[in-house]
């Protein structure tokens, strides 16, 4: 890229003529304060918060969207700057509610933050705040209004990157909100429940439904047998709740957390990875072999399943029918576990820990129960889990080492690497390779499916048949990947789909990182090297040579895809209307 | 072709529709046939003539008499007295009655006098459905010219030369503006038309579209030839529905007579028009709203740079100019850019048309010299404030511009001089304001429909001026304190510096030049909770002479919230608590007993 002289606060500096004055900034090492701007993601220069003095300009700015050019002079902290932004502070704030003491983003709220970064002490334009009513229908995703600074990194998540566009911004000036369309609520429109709006939020505008009290209930309750399951993701994740570097593993200090908590039994949802690799696996031979329908679409996850049923109704039978894995979990442990332990079913309550908001939406669905017992009964999002661990006082850096549970801790690196986009594929292939081939196979990390590259593409041959396999992340990845198909400009075998961009590593319940950080640190990639770490440490890396999952199927489920299995371990989906008439609130 | 002895040109635009013009011309249709001469006299509906005040407006050549307010009732006499009998119908004739030679009463209007028609050339001459029309005025000649004597380049000179200005508000050099999108190379350039006038009371472009909408359209095409771009858009809002009607026939006719389509006058330039709707926000003036708003999006500002001319709609280079800009384009190429150049003041060339209105007898569209002052246009054109009440000052620019007192009269009218004085020309709405005016009123006035009309994107605009308009609501209420008026000042300077937009950038431009002006009526507002002009309800109370009150009981029967007591003999009071200020008794009291404190 060719470069240009620019002089930053009197600095002079080259940098490439492509970059925007934030980003020559950011190069310089000068922070400019920032609130709507999320790189590549939302790019309006709406907030004002960013503004410079250009020279030879009107009026002020803004440094996200000003592109630089040979012999730009800037003034980044100029009296008429830190005037400016000031006052645009203070008026955002004097339209906020100002709750945070009470508020579920306190010390981790970009704008709590700016006000304390600009030195606010005092607003001095109070006047009219705009009051709204809490939308907490949904069981995943909360909003309130009451919050939203009108940044609309949110609406171009859903839009953009999602392609769900459930909510944008209505009315206009001072009556501008972002909202789904008719004001309706999110319940009642076609949102995927993925949460990646949250994860954009710089305020608690956006946050998930919280369940801990649920849970803190059940574990008080000594009539109930309260076990924990965890994702593979959270494990590469929580610590940042904690002040830890992104992408570091915690898996020891989660488990004794959760110990420390008062669960009985802690699982790993790495097992049931393991199971579904089984059962998916066998639907994949069995629909090749037998003329079924292909590309065989993964399952696992429930933002991609309800995107889906809403917006891809034709393909909902290509869809895996087996559930995902930690709904497996969670009958395997209401059935299998309760008869082993002779509990009764209705005194065991599961619990899960997902990186994952339409995992709570999931769990809900009404097929995903066995016998009258719901699969699982509460599932909490990393930060869930780690508001619970502060609120119990666990000093979470310096805990014991601790391991997961029998009879299902034991889990491979095929079901670590669940946790990160192309996971699923990879496990996946690790199997069905190894069975078609008939023998034990050495090389076992395709890494053409890893990477967040938004569509990947691989082709594996194995016992003489060829399985064109497809990757994608994201639904607005999903959506390109599944125009591709349907106008036939591409056939695969088997395609593995997440609905959050990254995979789990980056779902909507994980731990949320400002943009000051992710906008310059690719958290995908961060945490999904964790994740390929965890991998390469385990002793068994492919999901059927795993002891516990051989003992399930010799105990209880005979072979992967067997009446039982199917049973337990396999669903069905619906189409959904888009929107539904409701009647008006 | 048909002879005929007469024409009836009678004013088809908005304001002469809406006081019942097209009855009018049924009317005149009736009356033609009732007496046989049809086809001696022919009927024109035309566009604007600017006198909007006195319409409908109905014009008799060869004679060039002007009748005003022309009711259905007023065709017979018409028809019966000048067109068969040669009398002229004195009594609906424009202007001074009483001068001698009245045939010509069109030339002794004063309105008239004073102005230099050449936006509006054809409004009210031509009948604007009639591409003939256009075309025997001239019309599509400069296009030719261009296409088969000119080069792109020579055209934007030509441009460069007459020094024609933007005249949609900032004043942008029109021909620099084609320069910047000429030289950028891409595949695909547009040409745009902002025809989404919202400034309160302005209508200028609404006429040129109703009046003469093919300069328009002929301008557009030349600027698709100056820039290399075979494709225009026009952005009309959908309040406009005879504008959008006659876009659209001309748009039509042009097609047919290949003015636009393939193969221009036989070149291998090609041109096509679209018309886009808009939906009525004030926001969508603004350049990239605007086309944010034609892509199909909400209708909300992008930042610059990238400009329009490099990055414009849908990322392609694309010039966007307003109706009377392009309107003006036409006649540079007929008449020379050194004729253009010769009318004006020294960086500000040409015309400008004004909206007036207020407290202004005439009012209606005028359309001056750049360098007319304002003095001139109120009083000699506009004919006076009513009443014979005081100037006290005039807005132009509209919800974007500023205030110019009494001192600065004489100013000629120009780009820069405006902005000198703390207003801009923006599009061209002029409001007179007199003694009875609260220029604190006033700013708040402009600042509801700035606040209304923020599209809401940055915090400056949609939050700050918020606050503006709540602390005049507080200094108007009475509650006002003078650290109000430090507070108004300073966020009007950061909403200024910091607003994404031209909209939010200006929005605060009516309470500073309000503030540098009359700053003595905010601190009467603030400091001895007064209104001086006596507008500020809150601050005003009616009180009942004692002594003048003959005790009739008048005021108490109309008093709408029976908020005043007496009895016979005994002098009626008014209780200020229950009192909503309508004015209603001091009105009604037969004696002039009732005095209003301001």
């Known amino acids: 890229m060719e470069k240009v002289n620019i002089t ?461 396999a497809a990757v994608a992340h994201g639904l607005g990845n999903a959506r390109k990947l599944l125009e591709k198909i349907k106008k036939g400009k591409a056939e695969y075998h088997f395609v593995e789909i997440m609905g959050c961009p990254g995979g789990c590593v980056n779902g909507g319940g994980q731990p949320i990182q400002p943009s000051s950080v992710r906008s310059w640190i690719d958290v995908r990639e961060e945490r999904a090297k964790a994740i390929y770490e965890e991998d390469k440490d385990l002793p068994i890396r492919k999901s059927h040579e795993n002891p516990a999952i051989k003992m399930l199927y010799k105990d209880y489920f005979d072979k992967p895809g067997s009446h039982k299995a199917h049973e337990l371990l396999h669903t069905h989906y619906v189409k959904r209307e888009n929107y539904p008439c409701v009647k008006e609130k | 072709m048909q002879i005929v002895r007469s024409h009836v040109l009678i004013c088809g635009g908005t304001g002469c529709t809406s006081s019942n013009s097209p009855k009018v011309i049924e009317e005149f249709k009736v009356q033609l046939n009732l007496n046989k001469i049809q086809d001696e006299v022919k009927i024109v509906q035309t566009g604007c003539h600017g006198l909007c005040a006195e319409g409908p407006i109905v014009v008799i050549y060869p004679e060039g008499s002007m009748y005003t307010m022309v009711k259905v009732e007023d065709v017979k006499e018409i028809v019966d007295e000048h067109l068969i009998k040669g009398r002229i119908v004195k009594r609906l004739l424009a202007g001074d009655k009483d001068v001698q030679d009245f045939t010509k009463s069109l030339d002794n209007v004063e309105f008239f006098k004073k102005q230099h028609r050449i936006a509006l050339r054809n409004c009210g001459v031509i009948n604007p459905e009639n591409i003939d029309e256009y075309i025997a005025y001239d019309g599509y000649k400069a296009l030719g010219t261009v296409l088969t004597t000119m080069k792109p380049h020579d055209v934007i000179d030509t441009l460069k030369i007459s020094g024609l200005r933007g005249r949609g508000g900032g004043g942008f050099p029109t021909g620099l503006k084609w320069e910047f999108a000429a030289k950028q190379k891409a595949n695909q350039k547009y040409v745009c038309c902002n025809a989404d006038e919202g400034d309160p009371g302005a209508f200028m472009d609404r006429s040129v579209l109703e009046g003469d909408p093919h300069s328009v359209i002929e301008a557009m095409a030349i600027a698709g030839y100056a820039i290399g771009s075979n494709q225009g858009f026009i952005y009309v809002r959908a309040e406009y529905p005879i504008a959008v009607k006659r876009l659209n026939i001309a748009i039509k006719q042009a097609e047919e007579y290949g003015m636009l389509g393939k193969n221009i006058f036989g070149t291998d330039f090609d041109f096509n028009l679209e018309i886009r709707l808009g939906a009525g926000a004030f926001v969508c003036g603004e350049e990239t709203a605007l086309m944010t708003s034609i892509e199909g999006f909400r209708g909300e500002p992008r930042p610059r740079p990238p400009f329009p001319a490099v990055k414009g709609l849908w990322q392609k280079p694309t010039i966007l100019n307003n109706v009377e800009t392009y309107a003006n384009i036409p006649v540079i190429f007929l008449k020379g850019a050194d004729w253009f150049a010769g009318i004006g003041t020294e960086k500000s060339k040409g015309t400008k048309v004004f909206a007036v209105g207020g407290k202004i007898n005439n009012t209606g569209l005028v359309e001056v010299p750049m360098g007319t002052t304002l003095r001139e246009i109120v009083y000699d054109i506009g004919g006076g404030i009513p009443g014979g009440k005081k100037f006290k000052a005039a807005q132009t620019g509209g919800p974007s511009g500023g205030c110019i007192p009494v001192s600065e009269l004489d100013i000629p009218i120009d780009y820069d001089n405006l902005i000198k004085i703390g207003s801009m020309m923006g599009s061209g709405g002029l409001i007179v304001m007199d003694e009875d005016n609260c220029m604190v009123d006033i700013a708040k006035f402009f600042l509801e429909f700035t606040v209304d009309e923020s599209c809401g994107k940055c915090p400056p605009c949609r939050i700050g001026t918020k606050r503006m308009l709540e602390i005049l609501e507080r200094i108007t209420g009475g509650k006002g304190e003078e650290s109000d008026i430090e507070k108004l000042e300073l966020l009007a300077k950061n909403i200024k510096a910091a607003a994404l937009c031209g909209l939010g950038q200006t929005a605060p431009n009516p309470v500073l030049s309000t503030l540098k002006y009359f700053r003595d009526e905010y601190d009467a507002h603030v400091k001895d909770k007064r209104c001086p002009a006596g507008v500020c309800k809150s601050m005003m109370h009616f009180i009942i002479s004692a002594e003048r009150c003959k005790t009739c009981g008048i005021c108490a029967k109309n008093c709408p919230v029976d908020c005043i007591a007496g009895e016979k003999g005994v002098p009626y009071v008014i209780d200020q608590e229950k009192c909503i200020k309508c004015g209603v008794c001091m009105e009604k009291c037969p004696f002039k007993a009732i005095f209003k404190n301001a």
């Not at chain 1, 904690?242 to 008062?262: D, E, K, Q, Y």
């Not at chain 1, 690799?277 to 031979?285: D, K, N, R, S």
């Not at chain 1, 309550?349 to 939406?361: G, W």
């Not at chain 1, 699923?424 to 590259?453: F, H, N, P």
């Open chain 1, 8 to 468: 930053i606060d009197t600095r002079k500096i080259q940098v490439p003529a492509d970059y925007t004055v934030l980003e020559a900034a950011k190069f310089a090492n000068i922070a400019i304060p920032t609130l709507c701007f999320l790189k590549d993601i939302n790019e309006i220069g709406a907030c004002r918060m960013c503004v410079v003095e250009i020279q030879g300009a009107r009026s002020l700015q803004a440094a996200c969207v000003y592109p630089v050019s040979e012999g730009l002079v800037i003034w980044t902290q100029s009296p008429a700057v830190r005037e400016a932004r000031k006052i645009t502070l203070e008026l955002i704030l004097s339209n906020h509610d100002k709750k945070c003491l009470t508020c579920v983003r306190s010390r981790n709220c970009e704008l709590q933050k700016l006000a304390e970064d600009l030195n606010i002490q005092s607003t001095m334009f109070e006047g009219e705040r705009r009051k709204f009513e809490l939308d907490n229908f949904s069981p995943s995703v909360i909003r309130d209004q009451n919050k939203c600074v009108l940044c609309r990194r949110c609406v171009s998540m859903c839009k953009k990157v999602q392609t769900v566009a459930v909510i944008d911004t209505m009315d206009r000036g001072f009556k501008t909100v972002v909202s789904p369309a008719f004001n309706r609520s999110l319940m009642d429109v076609p949102c995927t429940m993925c949460g990646q709006c949250i994860t954009v939020c710089p305020t608690g505008a956006l946050r998930e439904k919280d369940e801990t009290d649920k849970v803190w209930e059940a574990l008080t309750n000594k009539d109930l047998h309260v076990v924990v399951q965890t994702a593979p993701a959270v494990r590469v994740a929580l610590g940042e709740e904690f002040g830890m570097p992104i992408g570091t593993r915690v898996t020891s200090n989660m488990i004794a957390s959760l110990r420390r908590l008062g669960f009985e039994k802690v699982f790993d949802t790495d097992t049931a990875a393991d199971l579904t690799i089984m059962e998916e696996g066998t639907e994949l031979l069995d629909r090749i072999k037998n003329g079924g329908k292909l590309p065989l679409i993964t399952s696992c996850s429930p933002g991609w399943i309800k995107f889906c049923e809403h917006y891809f109704p034709e393909f909902i039978d290509n869809l895996s029918t087996c559930k995902s894995p930690h709904e497996m979990m969670g009958t395997i442990l209401k059935t299998y576990y309760a008869e082993k332990m002779g509990i009764d079913p209705k005194k065991i309550f599961v619990v899960s820990i997902m990186p994952c908001t339409a995992k709570k939406f999931e769990s809900k669905r009404p097929e995903l129960s066995f016998a009258g017992n719901v699969d699982v009964d509460v599932v909490l999002t990393t930060r869930e889990l780690a508001r619970m661990i502060r609120e119990a006082g666990i000093d979470f850096a310096y805990l014991p080492e601790r391991y997961y549970d029998n009879p299902f801790g034991e889990a491979t690196g095929a079901g670590v690497i669940f946790g990160a986009t192309g996971g699923v594929m990879e496990a996946a292939l690790r199997t069905v390779a190894e069975i078609l081939e008939g023998k034990s196979i050495d090389e076992i990390e395709y890494k053409q499916v890893r990477g967040v590259e938004g569509i990947k593409e691989a082709t594996v041959t194995a016992g003489g048949i060829e399985i064109k």
